[in-house]
């Protein structure tokens, strides 16, 4: 059964990076795409963005200025890079196994707050 | 930016059925959307319940139900549990490769 875990720091300050790590075990990386969301604290969903198992990306253009995200299939493992944060990039961050037009798989979830 | 719009809230009977609906600020809800479905609880991540319109993944009961009615996509819950208390939020793609999520309807069961 294949499960996400993401992982990284829970809080980061303001003007830095956030970077967050989704690992899946119970499955390969390979030929699926992977994706992260985000939620804001008591608000709704929003779609980060995503990235195939070869390395193309596909980024919400809200965000496209400040995501990058990457895979290591040796790892089995993808990344999220989200720079210059603010306060409003406070969130649970998601990822996901991105299926045909939708998602089908979730991990848990990870909170990171974005304060000094 | 296209706003993807859903109602509020809901309130729905045990037993009862409610359907909510999944629209655009902008033009129509199609199949060429591929609207999905997902449900989340309190505290946890959100469930797939309903794909490409009106498919499930294996272990979704079929009182949920997906289809697209008028200009809108729409998730019906038949026969309301109480466990069916949630948060429920649409995605619908947008095309080259964008998707939004709605504004989520939280429904209560009473």
């Known amino acids: 059964q294949v499960q996400l875990q993401e992982s990284g720091p829970g809080l980061v300050k303001p003007s830095e990076a956030l970077s967050l790590t989704c690992s899946v075990s119970g499955g390969s990386i390979g030929n699926f795409y992977w994706s992260w969301i985000r939620q804001p604290p008591g608000k709704g969903l929003e779609w980060i963005g995503y990235?195939?198992?070869?390395?193309?990306?596909h980024y919400n253009p809200s965000l496209k200025s400040r995501v990058t995200m990457s895979v290591d299939t040796s790892k089995n493992h993808f990344s999220l890079k989200l720079s210059s944060v603010t306060a409003a990039d406070t969130a649970v961050y998601y990822c996901?196994?991105?299926?045909?037009?939708?998602?089908?798989?979730w991990g848990r979830g990870t909170l990171v707050i974005v304060s000094s | 930016q296209t706003v993807v719009t859903q109602e509020p809230s809901f309130s729905v009977s045990p037993g009862g059925t409610v359907t909510l609906t999944c629209g655009l600020s902008?033009?129509?809800?199609?199949?060429?959307?591929?609207p999905s479905w997902y449900q989340q609880t309190p505290g946890q991540a959100p469930r797939t319940l309903v794909y490409s319109t009106n498919s499930r993944p294996s272990g979704v009961p079929d009182r949920f139900s997906g289809s697209v009615l008028g200009n809108k996509a729409a998730l019906t819950i038949t026969g309301a549990q109480a466990d069916d208390e949630s948060d429920y939020y649409c995605?619908?793609?947008?095309?080259?490769?964008?998707?939004?999520f709605g504004t989520g309807t939280k429904v209560t069961v009473l």
């Open positions: 990235i195939y198992y070869n390395g193309n990306t």
């Open positions: 996901a196994r991105f299926g045909r037009y939708y998602l089908d798989l």
């Open positions: 995605v619908l793609y947008m095309g080259s490769g964008n998707y939004v």
């Open positions: 902008s033009g129509s809800v199609s199949t060429s959307h591929y």
